[in-house]
């Protein structure tokens, strides 16, 4: 009963960190949840009985992705005089 | 129904999420985002799956290792190409017409094109 | 109006890809699986010179998996390196005055070289490895980058060419000996197997670290018109 419990709240977490990373306003705030949803991602490998991939999940998944999309994230939002601010866009274009 | 299934079933839809990200948003970051989000749901499903009896199995677990290592190469590639484009367009996104080049005093052809 | 038509065929077929995953899922979960593969490993894993059965997978028994993932990664590096426009693995414009970053990088860098030394020799009997160690490895190159640390003692095209090549190289000498001595490709000869999988992981790690990093470092573009490597100018 209590594993259900434990990893039905791991599996909901990981879904709404998810959807946040998607629908997110900033892109900054996108990446820091992302690193979020890496770690969470770490929990469920351990809940899944496989700590070579929970080491890996946070050194790779959360700590190397997340130094160089923050990095990213940074230079790409630096606008230049007059650029149209192209992270701040959400959703589609029309075409 | 164990609980190693309910994570599948989360990878199923962490795959299905990522990839309506991947379709519709624009900004070739958040594309990169989704795509990350499509590799973890394929991984939750791939081990999820394997141990469905709750017995861990080491053969997906160490394919999953290889995939995580592949998987952050081709996102820095990813973000090395991305951050290219930028410089070189002016733009985050692949539609629309190319921006003007504000501020930037170099020709168009790069000096790589020289042999 | 386009728009809403984009995002409603869009959510329809994540909706029809998402069932048709689940169908699958459910229906493999219902049929038992035709061969055990953990009985299988645990009956071999004497054989195979390590201890812990991720690590005999991911060098022994699918050790091709793993040359042709090292591989990729070199790929994925070259490509990457030859849009460098950094040609320093120290960036000048990064050096920091920020004692805390400063402090940080004091006590955690000798602590993360410690870390991956440690996991990368776990890796034959617990949880650890190649691929963790050579992650830390990697992290602790971005953070000496990230502090701007001046790094007179590597030659940035010399150490990232050697750390490129070497990983492949050594695994791909190995895997060809055993062919040219008779047996299969990668079959390891039974008196080295451990010391050649420790072998083989130390320079994996070493190779993996230093693609990673390449990757990172290739990635700003710098404003300042640099000259590209390899150019006289």
């Known amino acids: ?95 | 129904m164990t609980p190693s299934l309910l994570y599948a079933f989360a990878g199923v839809l962490l795959c299905s999420l990522g990839l309506f990200g991947f379709i519709r948003l624009a900004h070739l970051l958040r594309k990169l985002l989704a795509f990350n989000l499509m590799g973890s749901g394929v991984f939750l499903v791939m081990v999820g799956l394997a141990q469905r009896d709750g017995e861990p199995d080491p053969v997906p677990q160490a394919l999953v290792l290889t995939g995580i290592v592949v998987a952050i190469a081709a996102t820095a590639l990813a973000v090395v190409l991305i951050r290219r484009y930028y410089h070189l367009s002016g733009q985050a996104t692949l539609a629309g017409p190319a921006a003007t080049q504000h501020g930037t005093a170099k020709p168009v052809v790069r000096a790589e094109d020289r042999s | 109006m386009m728009r809403l038509l984009a995002s409603a065929l869009a959510i329809a077929v994540c909706l029809v890809f998402a069932g048709a995953l689940a169908a699958a899922v459910w229906q493999i979960a219902g049929t038992p699986a035709p061969v055990s593969l953990p009985g299988l490993l645990a009956d071999n894993l004497a054989a195979s010179g390590v201890e812990h059965p991720v690590t005999a997978v991911l060098l022994n028994f699918r050790s091709y998996d793993t040359l042709l993932e090292i591989g990729v990664l070199v790929i994925a590096g070259i490509a990457g390196i030859s849009m460098a426009r950094t040609t320093s693995l120290e960036d000048p414009e990064l050096r920091t005055s920020d004692s805390l970053l400063y402090a940080l990088q004091r006590w955690f860098v000798p602590l993360m070289l410690v870390l991956a030394g440690y996991l990368l020799w776990a890796g034959s009997d617990r949880p650890g490895g190649a691929f963790q160690a050579g992650a830390v490895l990697a992290a602790s190159g971005v953070m000496m980058r990230l502090g701007g640390i001046p790094m007179p003692f590597l030659r940035p095209g010399l150490l990232l060419r050697l750390g490129l090549a070497l990983g492949f190289t050594v695994f791909l000498l190995v895997a060809v000996a055993s062919a040219a001595g008779g047996e299969a490709f990668l079959a390891y000869p039974k008196a080295f197997t451990k010391p050649l999988i420790l072998a083989i992981e130390t320079v994996l790690t070493f190779s993996i670290a230093m693609v990673l990093l390449a990757l990172f470092v290739s990635a700003p573009v710098n404003q300042a018109l640099e000259p590209e490597e390899g150019d006289p100018g």
Do not use: N
Not at chain 1, 24 to 36: D, G, H, K, P, T
Not at chain 1, 44 to 65: N, Y
Not at chain 1, 82 to 95: D, K, L, T, V
């Open chain 1, 1 to 95: 009963m209590i594993d259900w419990l434990v990893d039905g709240l791991l599996v909901l977490a990981l879904l709404v960190t998810a959807l946040a990373v998607l629908w997110s306003r900033s892109l900054f705030r996108a990446v820091v949840v992302f690193i979020a949803f890496g770690l969470l991602m770490t929990l469920a490998w351990v809940r899944l009985q496989a700590p070579d991939i929970a080491l890996a999940e946070a050194a790779i998944g959360s700590g190397l992705t997340g130094v160089l999309l923050l990095d990213a994230a940074r230079h790409l939002r630096d606008s230049r005089p007059g650029r149209h601010q192209a992270g701040e866009r959400r959703g589609g274009q029309s075409e």
